[in-house]
């Protein structure tokens, strides 16, 4: 992070040639260090015992598709938060909680384990100390309500546990609705009455509400409900490349109406397109249909995907934040897709159990 002068050539050299962006880049990152939505490097501690702690470069061997976060390379990229995901499997795990709960466990070693350098964070409070002390919030999400096994007290456990948003749908039907893909897809099936309690739930417990995966109808559902801001964590936007998995202009409406966010996924196949301006496209997209307090970052990164090409692993990420500039987004404006905009959804829903 640090820059020197060369004394012999008045060339200004990094100390650390793995640092990515330039000095701009860097200094926005300082100032805002990035909030990631979505990213999945649990799953990759989980089924080959990855090591948070210890730097990988590169990324696992020969495996696009993992490998690309750990504490080191988090630090080096300028994050100052990040959701991890909790995911249990249909069809693997039997009893899905208790995957998320030992997915959770993990974590909680992790931090233990880090030295200071990552801690477990509920809140926005918790996330600005990381910033002051110069480690990086780990945040909490599970995707997809299965993990609840059909009961409302499991949400209540994880709350407490520290999960802070809960994504409904993953890619499987479940007692709250139907996925936008997969088992149990079903375009006419929207919130089930188990789905409204566990909204309702979640606004009560200052869990926020992940829109990731749900179908359309279900979406728009949830989004009627709201009374605080919801999220989609992770996804593409239909009004820049038209799949099953992004969301359209109407539903990016609904949930910025919320007061929430998107986070703009970092997959070519959802964004139409490879390398970083694929990425931008979709964050200005979003800025021009609900505003610029709307788009966030959700990267997927781990998340069993091939990142876009420039965004490989998440050391990279101030790259992203010079593709923006270069595309004129204003310094103010990058600062609330990196940082801010994520931060007020944290502030506004605070988590309300001890
Ligand atoms: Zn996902």
Not at 284 to 289: P, Q
């Amino acid at each position: 992070m640090r820059l020197h002068k060369r004394k012999s050539s008045g060339i200004r050299t990094r100390v650390n040639p793995r640092l990515h962006g330039s000095d701009e880049a860097r200094a926005l990152h300082k100032e805002a260090p990035a909030i990631d939505m979505h990213a999945d490097p649990l799953l990759w501690n989980r089924f080959v015992g990855y090591d948070l702690n210890k730097r990988h470069s590169p990324p696992l061997p020969r495996a696009a598709l993992g490998g690309h976060v750990d504490v080191p390379r988090l630090h080096e990229g300028g994050v100052g938060a990040m959701f991890f995901g909790l995911v249990a499997l249909p069809g693997m795990d039997r009893k899905p909680s208790r995957t998320c709960e030992k997915q959770l466990d993990a974590l909680y070693d992790a931090a233990e384990a880090s030295n200071k350098r990552l801690f477990v964070a509920t809140s926005a409070e918790d996330v600005q100390r990381a910033h002051r002390e110069g480690s990086v919030a780990a945040l909490l999400g599970i995707e997809g309500a299965h993990s609840l096994e059909g009961k409302l007290e499991t949400l209540e456990h994880f709350a407490r546990r520290g999960v802070r948003y809960l994504g409904l749908l993953h890619f499987s039907a479940n007692a709250c609705g139907a996925p936008a893909l997969g088992l149990g897809s079903d375009k006419s099936k929207g919130l089930t009455k188990f789905g409204q309690d566990t909204v309702k739930l979640c606004e009560d417990l200052g869990v926020i509400v992940d829109l990731a995966h749900i179908n359309r109808k279900g979406f728009f559902d949830a989004c009627a409900l709201a009374t605080k801001p919801m999220i989609v964590s992770h996804t593409g936007l239909a009004g820049v490349h038209d799949i099953w998995r992004n969301i359209d202009d109407e539903q990016l409406r609904a949930v910025a109406n919320t007061g929430g966010i998107a986070g703009v996924i970092f997959v070519p196949e959802f964004l139409g397109r490879d390398g970083l301006d694929a990425v931008v496209d979709h964050l200005l997209h979003i800025v021009n249909v609900a505003g610029e307090d709307a788009p966030a970052l959700g990267s997927d990164w781990d998340g069993f995907v091939r990142p876009i090409r420039g965004l490989e692993e998440v050391n990279k990420l101030p790259d992203l934040t010079d593709a923006m500039l270069a595309r004129g987004v204003k310094p103010s404006v990058v600062r609330k897709i990196l940082r801010e905009n994520a931060l007020r959804v944290l502030r506004e829903v605070p988590p309300r159990v001890a």
